[in-house]
């Protein structure tokens, strides 16, 4: 099993969390950006299916490993037989708990495997929790704690001016103000910018989660306001002085009726 069986062999606590950011970014798209394939993944039809993430951010809904004891610890089994007897919100966050569950117990199985002290196994659990959890992602209370730390106006603000500084700053994030101020500026100015880089740095993307750095291309719905790194949505710097009003994948995409 694919998902179970994998290359690569995380040994040093750094490298637990990276295997740790790469299978939950891939999570995070399944339950995001790739909504639809993954709901049309789990056909209840099929046998006991899990969603795994690998550690190459992608994602694959597939059988459990046959041995016993599995290389890894397993995720929920069956998620494709409660997907039509549930809302489909309520689905998707049934599974990011769960996913959630499941990101853990694969690091901390590492930690043991690899004979983390308390420690190391410390230091571990705080990398991950600087992270928010999927289920805040998908739900969008990562997003909500953001915006209570930056004022009312923040996402107007940051949406009316993505245009503007989309040409001017074509590697960065859309706003004028993702970088520092030069030395020389006056004090009161360098206030100002200093804010807004904090404002930016809350800045969570709603695709993969992660937050907001200063050498990333992002862009800016125009619809629900959330921002998204130009790659998890396919949107390049060139590309978008020609988009007059983005549409992230959520908000383009069509509602499915439910029977």
Not at 79 to 105: P, Q, Y
Request: net charge negative.
């Amino acid at each position: 099993m694919e998902g179970a069986s994998i290359p690569y062999n995380p040994r040093t606590v750094e490298e637990v969390f990276k295997d740790f950011r790469g299978r939950r970014a891939g999570m995070v798209k399944a339950l995001t950006t790739d909504v639809k394939l993954f709901y049309e993944s789990c056909d209840p039809e099929k046998e006991n299916l899990c969603l795994y993430g690998l550690p190459n951010e992608t994602w694959e809904v597939n059988l459990p490993a046959e041995e016993v004891p599995p290389e890894l610890p397993e995720p929920a089994l069956g998620i494709n037989f409660a997907r039509d007897g549930m809302e489909e919100k309520d689905w998707l966050t049934l599974v990011a708990v769960h996913s959630d569950a499941w990101l853990l117990a694969v690091a901390f199985y590492f930690g043991a495997r690899f004979g983390f002290g308390k420690n190391e196994r410390r230091k571990l659990f705080s990398m991950i929790n600087d992270l928010p959890t999927i289920y805040e992602v998908v739900t969008g209370n990562a997003k909500s704690q953001s915006r209570e730390k930056t004022p009312n106006s923040s996402s107007k603000s940051k949406s009316n001016t993505k245009m503007q500084s989309r040409q001017s700053e074509s590697h960065t994030k859309g706003s004028s103000k993702s970088q520092p101020p030069p030395k020389d500026e006056d004090d009161e100015s360098g206030e100002e910018e200093d804010e807004d880089e904090d404002e930016h740095g809350n800045t969570l993307c709603g695709s993969c989660g992660e937050y907001y750095a200063n050498d990333e291309f992002w862009i800016c719905c125009d619809v629900c306001e959330k921002w998204f790194h130009g790659k998890c949505v396919r949107i390049t710097p060139a590309r978008a002085e020609h988009i007059k009003q983005y549409k992230c994948p959520s908000c383009s995409g069509t509602k499915r009726g439910r029977v």
